[in-house]
């Protein structure tokens, strides 16, 4: 007798896992406003959608450094409440494609660290971030009015990366045993993070017998903003650099402290700042052409090298652009060893 054939049984197939959404907008509440200094704001923002962004950027309940990690608080305009931008057609055609008076503006704040509070009893993330603010007299952007007139119990939305996102971020230090980390005022909350970071692991084994040195420089506007940014500790390896561009010795240009005290440490002739301040690269006397409308700088270093020192510039985009021919041009530093970032270009608004 002929057995007929008996077709195998299908394998049901996995179930699709859908694809995470890369950017989220996320509800938080202010939860506190603090005047750290005449420039700066510290904000802390809570809630639990604020658990669904990146792991790498919430962290797993300690208090976490975020470096250079950044999210995009929307401002709503004066009147409006705020609202959660539509992303299902993508941030182009859900945000940007508004009318500005409908939308408000979108700015990018740097995230000084992460903790878990507890809000409605129950244990949520702390987002905290420290905002330039400006004295008003038409100095003032949509964000620097937010921030200084915001109140704990007001809601907010931000863009963040989604949970299978790596954080928006640049810094990358590593293996460099030399590492120099440069910024204005809109730079202070990575620099910092970055300063106490290095500074809280500092007593933990050293790589291949060498410590790693780091040396921040971050210029501020007033001389009472020095007394905010300062480190727990004063450690050998790990110094700041904290200048005032105003008081003391008068006013110096935006940018002009920074560059002074990285030529200090970079052991160059003074005529090396006034070059790249000016525009020019530096002992060649040739002027760099530059395009106001051009889009603000940013580069990422490449993986660095421990026989090679790291740079990591942040601010205005024309003074960085200074500071990386300081680096590249005048000390012989490769530039893909450079990380740069113009956190703003002057005369320009980010949306």
Do not use: N
């Not at 305009?77 to 299902?88: F, T, V």
């Amino acid at each position: 007798m002929t057995l007929a054939h008996r077709p195998e049984t299908p394998v049901p197939a996995e179930p699709a896992v859908p694809a995470a959404d890369p950017v989220l907008c996320v509800e938080a509440a202010v939860t506190s406003v603090t005047r750290l200094c005449p420039s700066f704001r510290r904000i802390t923002l809570a809630g639990p959608e604020l658990g669904t962004l990146s792991p790498a950027l919430i962290g797993d309940g300690g208090l976490t450094r975020c470096r250079d990690a950044y999210v995009k608080l929307l401002v709503p305009p004066p009147g409006r409440a705020p609202e959660r931008a539509d992303l299902s057609a993508g941030l182009r055609e859900g945000w940007f494609a508004r009318p500005a008076e409908e939308r408000g503006w979108m700015r990018t704040y740097t995230v000084r660290s992460v903790r878990r509070t507890v809000l409605g009893g129950v244990p949520v993330p702390e987002l905290v971030i420290d905002v330039v603010v400006h004295g008003g007299h038409g100095q003032d952007g949509p964000g620097s009015r937010w921030a200084r007139t915001v109140a704990p119990g007001e809601r907010v939305y931000l863009l963040g990366p989604g949970p299978q996102e790596r954080p928006w971020a640049a810094w990358d230090h590593g293996g460099a045993r030399r590492v120099l980390a440069v910024g204005d005022e809109t730079a202070a909350p990575a620099l910092m993070s970055v300063a106490e970071e290095f500074t809280e692991t500092a007593h933990g084994p050293a790589q291949d017998g060498a410590r790693p040195r780091l040396d921040v420089v971050l210029e501020v506007p007033h001389a009472e903003d020095v007394a905010a940014h300062r480190l727990l500790a004063d450690l050998p390896d790990v110094r700041l650099h904290v200048l005032p561009r105003a008081g003391g010795g008068g006013r110096a240009g935006h940018g002009h402290r920074a560059a002074v005290r990285l030529a200090h440490l970079l052991e160059l002739p003074g005529s090396a700042v006034d070059d790249v301040l000016a525009g020019r690269r530096p002992q060649r006397g040739l002027a760099v052409a530059e395009d106001p409308s051009e889009p603000r700088a940013w580069s990422v270093a490449a993986p660095a090298r421990p026989d090679v020192p790291y740079v990591f510039l942040a601010g205005e985009s024309g003074t960085v652009k200074a500071l990386r021919r300081l680096c590249v041009d005048a000390a012989g530093i490769p530039k893909e060893h450079v990380s740069f970032m113009g956190y703003w270009r002057q005369g320009q608004a980010e949306s």
